[in-house]
């Protein structure tokens, strides 16, 4: 099939990279959000997508938004059989979901009709499932609504941040993915309804979200950092300053009050409303990312002092 591939961060590229390689299937281009500035110096830069796609002599489609009429154009009139989405990042309005004749087959990263929206994976973790995935569906209007196509599973490990359950989905699902795009060339792939029951969203976690309440047991705590973790990344304030909090551990049977910090030569606990919590990276404010015992030898908790 001639397809038009749509996507944007790293999550894509496997999926991206098994469909240029793939023998059944043409991609012609890709659409990606515009380039961004990133980095300390703030310079522009592409899409990992875009990149990928340049890098492959693919043509790349950047609208400001996927109801351009010359974005529409340009998708009519490269005729794409489907278009495979994977964290595009953009509404799809029914106009260009009207385009290819196979429509827009979305993969996305959960258990349909689990956690719809925007952080599938970080709200798998911070609600302590023990089971996640990613599943292949026909895109429609209403939010990850659309008949399922095809699933795959992967355990959640309680050591799992959402970045590495993120690449390992993102691995097994482009292979769901380029599955799915055979089995619908062939007419051997039936997309079902999705059932009713069951529905759970998943909005994006903000920053403000990621704020440690150490006023929560102990696995709350560790669950919302790994869970924020590589993003929006996981927070506190120590003297007025925020310090980014890397994945914990729980220290069974050692109480401080909640936030309280106990630091030793070797180690940095603080207090949760269960047992304590042993400190792994953290990055103050400004400065770089080091091991918990650094920070500690240099800012010299005195007895008592909280994270707030």
């Known amino acids: 099939m001639r397809l038009v591939f749509a996507g944007t961060p790293e ?10 390689d793939s023998p059944r299937h043409e991609v012609v281009a890709v659409v990606t959000r515009p380039d961004a500035q990133s980095g300390r110096g703030r310079r522009v830069h592409p899409s990992p997508v875009a990149a990928l ?11 400001l938004k996927a109801g351009d009429p010359a974005f529409l154009d340009r998708l009519r009139a490269l005729e794409p059989d489907c278009c495979p989405v994977v964290a595009y990042g953009a509404l799809l309005p029914q106009s260009a979901l009207d385009v290819p004749r196979h429509g827009w087959i979305n993969l996305h990263f959960s258990i349909l009709p689990a956690w719809r929206g925007a952080a599938p994976v970080q709200h798998a973790i911070l609600h302590g499932d023990e089971i996640s995935g990613a599943t292949t569906f026909q895109i429609v209007k209403e939010l990850d609504a659309g008949p399922v196509y095809g699933v795959v599973t992967e355990e ?3 050591t799992d941040t959402s970045g590495s359950l993120l690449e390992r989905l993102s691995v097994s699902g482009a292979e769901l993915l380029a599955a799915t795009l055979d089995g619908v060339e062939d007419g051997t792939l039936e997309a079902r309804p999705q059932p009713a029951d069951g529905v759970t969203i998943a909005p994006k976690i903000s920053v403000a979200d990621a704020r440690v309440d150490w006023a929560k047991p102990a696995m709350h705590v560790d669950r919302l950092i790994r869970a924020c973790t590589p993003s929006p990344g996981a927070w506190s304030e120590f003297r007025g300053q925020r310090v980014k909090l890397g994945p914990v551990r729980v220290a ?14 070797t180690t940095v606990l603080v207090g949760t409303a269960t047992d304590a919590v042993e400190l792994g990276e953290v990055q103050p404010q400004g400065k770089r990312l080091m091991g918990a015992g650094e920070w500690a030898r240099g800012v010299r908790p005195e007895g008592k002092e909280i994270f707030k």
């Open 11 to 20: 999550t894509a590229l496997p999926s991206l990279r098994t469909l240029i």
């Open 53 to 63: 796609a340049e890098e492959s002599g693919i043509e790349v489609l950047r609208p």
């Open 156 to 158: 959640i490990r309680a």
């Open 252 to 265: 069974a049977g050692e109480r401080l009050a909640p936030g309280e910090i106990a630091a030793t030569k």
